[in-house]
C-alpha cells in the first residue's frame, strides 16, 4: 500500500474544506485535502448561492448577523469573480405583517447592515418582475456567490502552494494509536486502490457527513440533518436578489445567479440515513412555485430548468441524541478535549457565507497545536482569478476575434484566469457548450487545472451542460475531451456520459413538464440512439 | 381557400402522406410550423430495431406478425404489415425520384454507426451509409481509414475510435486516421473551427474545393479501401458529389452521422419537400394552425396564426404535429393536452407515471407512448369521446408506441402518414383517380 506524509489531513471538499485547505497552505503548513466525491458536490452546491447580508438573522440571531456582514464585506473583496454584486430587497406584500419591517430596520442598524426603506415605484424600478401589490420595500448588500467557483478557486490556490487534493477519494478510516489521531485509510473510488495518509492533524470539514467520518475514530457526534429544496428557473427573471420580509419561512428567498433565478428553500427534518438519497418531493415544489409566485407573479409560467436538495449540518452541541440543543452557528470541535483523542478537529454548522471565517478558526486551532506563528491572511488575499476588481476592464485586443459574449463569460467565470484559457491555439475558442459559453480552451484548462474527473466534474467547474439544453448536445463533445486529453477508454467514456445525464435528469424529473418535457424528451431521443442501452456484439453491417 | 387535403404539419409522416395524395392527384397544402425533427435525426429509417426486452431484432419484416398480435393498438397494428412494406416501398421510390438512393439488407436491418462509435439497427438509409458494395467490402474485412474535418466539432475520431473495438466486426481491424485540412479551402478569414456539418457539406459542392478534398482524402487514406467520413458529402447534390468523390478518390466512401444538425437527415427533409412540389402540393411554411371547426364529427375548416379570418377548407385534414418536442403535444402541470383541436389523448394522469426513475431505464419512458387516441383508420376522436372522420392522425403524436425504445420512429410515421393518405384517397375515389407517374 502506497503511504505517504503530510501534517494537515482535511476531509470534504466542501467550501469549509477547501478554504481550510487553503489557509493552512497560507500559513505554510503542509496539507492534503481528501474529498469523497466532487469539490462542491454536497451541501456546497445545493443551496441557493445568496452572499448574506445578514439581514435574513438581524432580528432573530444578530450574532449570525454580524458574522455574515463581515463577511460580505470581505468576500466581495477577495472573492470577486465568484460574486456579483447585485444588491438585494426585502419586500412586504399585503398578507405580511408591515411592523416586520420596522424590526427589520432597527436590527440592521444595530447589526450594521446598511438598510433602507425604498418607495414602492422606486422597489419595481429596480426590480420590474416584482409583484406590482408591494406595499413596503427595504434595500440591503445581499449579493449571489457562485459555490463551485468559490471551492474550485480555493484549491486552486492552495494546490499552487504546493497542497495536493484527491477528489473521488474516500476516507475508510481514521487511524489512532495511543497518543491519538495518525492519519487516514483512504480508498480511490474510481481504481479501488488504498492507500495511506500520515498526518499530525486530521480536519473533518465534511459537513453531516462527518458524523460517519467520526464513527470511524470511534467518536460519536450527532448530526440533524435538515432537506432544503430548491427550483432553478432557466431565465434571469430577477435582478436583485427578493426576500420576503417576514419571519423566515420556506420558498422566500428568490436569488439571480449566472444566466437563471433560484426559488429557496424548504426545511424539512429527515433521517440521518437518508442523506444520500433525498430527492425533491411533488410537495416541495408546489411549496416553491407558490413562493415564486407571490414574489415575482407568473413565473411559474416560465420554462423551469431543474430542482435540486441539499442537506443542512445541524449539529448537537451535547451528546445527547435528542437534538435539543442544535446550533446553526460554527461548531469547532477539538476531539482531544471533547473526546481525549488528540489531533482531530472537527468543523461544523456555519453557512457557504462563513465559510472563510469557519477555516480561519480551524487554522488558528491547528497552528496553536502545531505552535505556529502565522497569522491568517485570507481576508486580505484575493483567490486566484479575483485580482483584480469584478468586471475589471479587459484589454479586448488581446482577444482579438473573439466574440465579447465568449470573452465574458469566461473571465466571468475565471476572472483573471481568462488569459491562461482563451487564444492558446486555434482550436481554443471553439465553442462546445452553446448554452453557456464555454470553449474548448476552457474545457482543457479545466481538465488540466482543476481536478477534474469526470463530465458532471466538468459541468462544476465551467457550467458545461448547465443551460437550457442539460447537456444534450455539449455532452458528447465533452466525453471526446475526456478521450483525447485523459486517454479514457471507449467503455469508460460510455459509462461517464451515462452518468452526466442520469446526474442532469435526477435534476429534471421533478419539473417534467412543458418545455422541461420537450428538452428532455430530445435529448434521450439523441442519447438513445447514440449510446444504445444494450451493445451491439454480433459483427453485422 | 379549398384542398382536397389539408395536412398539418411538415416532418417526415405528413411529407410522405402529402406526397402520396398528390400523386393521386388531390389539391393538397402542407402546413408547417417550424424546423423539421428531421434535422436532427439520424437519416436512416428504423423500421423495428428492438424487441420489447430490449434485444437487438434483425428480421423486423418477419418479427412484425407477432408483434401487431402482441400490441393491438400499437400504430403498426392499425396499419397492418402490407400497408408497412407498400409504404415503405413507397417512400424509397419518391426519394429515388429525387436522384436520392436508398438501400436496405432484403428484409433485415443493417447497422449504422453513431457518432459516439457504436452501432445501431435501422432499416432503410442511404447509399452512403448502407450499400450492398459497404456491405461486401466490411465483411471481406477490407482496410478503412476514418477521417474527419479540421475543426469540426461535431464528430471525434479518437471517440469514435476508442468505441468501435467493443463491436465485433472492427475488433482487430486497422484503422487509418487522418484529419482533412480546410484551412486552405477558406478564403475569408474564418476560423475552420467554427464550421457546422452545413458548412462543410457546401465546400463539398463546390468543385474546386471537392477536388481538394478528394485529393486530401486519398493522401491521407494510405490503403484503407473504406474511407469513413462525417455526414457532410454534400447537401443537395449529395448523389452528385458522393459519385464524384468515390471516382476522384477511387476508394468506398462511408458516412457516418454527425451530431446535430444532421445533413443525412436535412436530405430526406429537403428531398421530400422538393418531390411534394413537384407533384403541385403546396407547402406553406412559418404558418401555425390554431384551431378548427368540428360539427358532427367532421372537421371544415382550421384556422392558422396568419390566416385567422381566411379559414382553410378541405374535405379530409390530417394532423401530423408530432410529439412534446415538436409541438403536436403539450404537457403542463396539471396534465397533457393535443394543443389545436384538443383531442382524447391517451396518457396517464398522475405526472408520477409520467417517467422513469432513471434517464437510461430499460422499460424506458412512458410519457413517450402518451399521445393521440384513434380507431382503426387512424381518425382521432373529440373531447367529448366522439370520432371525426375526415381527420386523420399520423406520426409522432399517436398513442401507442415507443419510437425511441422500439427503434421504430422513422417506421412508424412513413407507414400512418401513407395510411393516412390511402384513406383520404379511397373516400375521395369518385373524385380524384390516380396519377401514374
Redesign the interface.
Known sequence: MKKFDTNVIVIGGGATGAGTFRDCLMRGIPAVLIEKNDLASGTTGRNHGLLHSGARYAIKDPASALECIAENRILKKVASHCIEDTGGLFVALEDDDPAYGDQLLTACKKTGIECGEISRQQALQIEPNLNPEVIRAFTVPDATIDPFRLVSANVLDARERGGQVFTHTHVDKIETNSEGVTGVLCCDRSTGQKFEIRGKIVVNASGVWGEKVCQTAGIEMKMFPSKGSLIIFDYRVNRVVVNACRMPADADIFVPGDTVSLIGTTSRKIAYDEIDTIDVDEEEIATLLAGAERLVPNVSKTRLLRAYCGVRPLIALDKKADGRDISRGIVLFDHEERDGLQGLLSIVGGKLMTYRLMAEKTTDLICQKLNITAQCQTHTTPLPGSEKRRGGKINRKRFKGISDSVISSTQYRHGERVHQILQQDQQSDELICECEMVTAGEVKYALKHLNVKDIVDLRRRTRLGMGPCQGALCACRATSFFVELNHTTGEKAHQMLIDFLEERWKGVKPILWGDALREAEFSYWIHQSLIPSKKVSSGDQ | MKFDSIIVGGGIAGLICGIRCAAAGLKCTIISSGMSALH?A?GSIDLLG?SPN???I?DPFSQLPTFIDQYPQHPYAKCGETVIAESLSFFTREIEEQSLQLCHNEQNN??HL????????TYLSQQSV?SPE??RA??ESRKMALLDFE?F??F?I??V?????????FKNREIITGTVPLTPLIES?K?P??FRSIDISRMFETEKHLLQIAKSIDQLAGDGEIVGLPACVGFIKHNEVYSRLQKLTGRLIYEIPT??PSILGMRLDHHLKSRFSELGGVFIAGDKVIGGKIQSGRLSEIYTQNHESTPLQADAFVLASG???S?GL????SGMKEPVFDLALSYEKD??D??A????Q?E??P??EFGVKTNEQLNPFDSSGQPIDNLYCAGALLAGYNP??EGSGGGVAISTGYYAAENIIKANAPIGAERHD
Open positions: 436532427f439520424s428492438r430490449g434485444d437487438i434483425y443493417h447497422f453513431t457518432t459516439f462509435g457504436t452501432l445501431t439497427p448502407y459497404l456491405d466490411f465483411t475543426g466539432r461535431d471525434h479518437p471517440l475510435k476508442a468505441n468501435l473495438p467493443q463491436h465485433t466486426l478569414l476560423n473551427h467554427e451530431l446535430p410529439s412534446f418536442f409541438g403539450i404537457s403542463e402541470f405526472r408520477k409520467w417517467a426513475d432513471q434517464f437510461f430499460a424506458s419512458h410519457y413517450l425511441i425504445r
